[in-house]
């Protein structure tokens, strides 16, 4: 029984200590961007930008296209808004004074407890997006 135990006490360092190298790895990213965000959230951050401006063109331009077109208006009028709650959820974990090193350990924190959520606001930007193509 106090073998088990000792594996279970290995396995909980091992984590602990792989949250802390990711924790002090994405702190030294953030603290080095210019933007206060890691590389790939940055990315993410222009890529959802030029989204939402192609379907907020889309829906601007609706007016000239055929009735039939009101499904892709709203579709693309739900990928802005998403897009938007994507663009805020990437805003929320930016660190406002990156060359700070507690900011940008706390913009890291934020950015691996929000990664989750993050992710699968992608996937749903992705799916709209595949929609959008057909």
């Not at 602990?16 to 933007?35: N, P, R, W, Y």
């Not at 998403?82 to 060359?99: E, R």
Request: glycine letters at 6%.
């Amino acid at each position: 029984m106090e073998a088990l135990a000792a594996v279970g006490l290995v396995g909980n360092i091992i984590q602990f200590l792989q949250l802390g190298a990711q924790v002090v790895c994405t702190t030294k990213e953030i603290g080095s961007s210019a933007k206060g965000l890691t590389k790939d959230a940055s990315d993410l951050a222009n890529l959802t930008e030029g989204l939402q401006k192609v379907c907020s063109d889309l829906v601007a331009k609706a007016g000239n296209l055929p009735r039939s077109s009101g499904s892709l208006e709203a579709l693309a009028g739900d990928c802005i808004e998403s897009a938007q709650q994507l663009i805020d959820a990437l805003i929320s974990i930016k660190s406002h004074a990156p060359t700070s090193k507690w900011k940008s350990f706390h913009a890291a924190l934020k950015s691996i407890w929000r990664a989750s959520h993050v992710k699968a606001m992608q996937q749903k930007l992705q799916e709209y997006r595949s929609q959008l193509t057909l």
